[in-house]
T-cell receptor
């Protein structure tokens, strides 16, 4: 069992659909993240949660709605997406410390919007 | 404006030789740097990191060098092995006011280690 688990691994959805991505971490971390990797682009931070509170929204459109019910679970609710939102969505977690520390990533959800 | 740059999209090295992956950054406020490795269909895996108070950090076959004045870091892998073939991402970390870290990534370098 990996430290950070994402489901589903692959998702195809229409522009009018509503779907959710799920992330669970078993590392006892307090910070969780959503990153997006589009083709030919670097990974981009979307949202950060620390102790269940959102601490960063990197100017993400409202059609992406995160939810963090507890420190172990993170969701990304998707609604009325566009084809250009097709990408690899990665969840990560890290310890909350005053110093920098590494983040551990899940395997990602490959999303295709048709 | 890309703050972390990996100018070589690919690198090919023979098994047993040294692999050198380079990374440049523009924001002098970055003070912690990381390298991640990514295989196809998997998420990035943390490899090695370095704080700006150091200029070198070594872990087995992997060594990261940091030149703050040049805003440049490099990852050395020696000896290179076929299993090292993957995409390598450089990242710079900043602490967020509310907690957590923000990683700013480069676009990655595809390393291929040939027999």
């Amino acid at each position: 069992e990996t430290g950070v688990t994402q489901t589903p691994r692959h998702l195809v959805m229409g522009m009018t659909n509503k779907k959710s991505l799920k992330c669970e971490q078993h590392l006892g971390h307090n910070a969780m993240y959503w990153y997006k990797q589009s083709a030919k682009k670097p990974l981009e931070l979307m949202f950060v949660y620390n102790f269940k509170e959102q601490t960063e929204n990197n100017s993400v459109p409202s059609r992406f709605s995160p939810e963090c019910p507890n420190s172990s679970h993170l969701f990304l609710h998707l609604h009325t997406l566009q084809p250009e939102d097709s990408a690899l969505y990665l969840c990560a977690s890290s310890q909350d410390r005053s110093l920098n520390t590494e983040a551990f990533f899940g395997q990602g959800t490959r999303l295709t919007v048709v | 404006d890309q703050q972390v740059k990996q100018n070589s999209p690919s690198l090919s090295v023979q098994e047993g030789r040294i692999s050198i992956l380079n990374c440049d950054y523009t924001n002098s406020m970055f003070d912690y740097f990381l390298w991640y490795k990514k295989y196809p269909a998997e998420g990035p895996t943390f490899l090695i990191s370095i704080s700006s108070i150091k200029d070198k950090n070594e872990d087995g076959r992997f060594t990261v060098f940091l030149n703050k004045s040049a805003k440049h870091l490099s990852l050395h892998i020696v000896p290179s092995q076929p299993g090292d073939s993957a995409v390598y991402f450089c990242a710079a970390s900043g602490i967020l006011t509310g907690g957590g870290n923000k990683l700013t990534f480069g676009t990655g370098t595809q390393l291929k280690v040939e027999l």
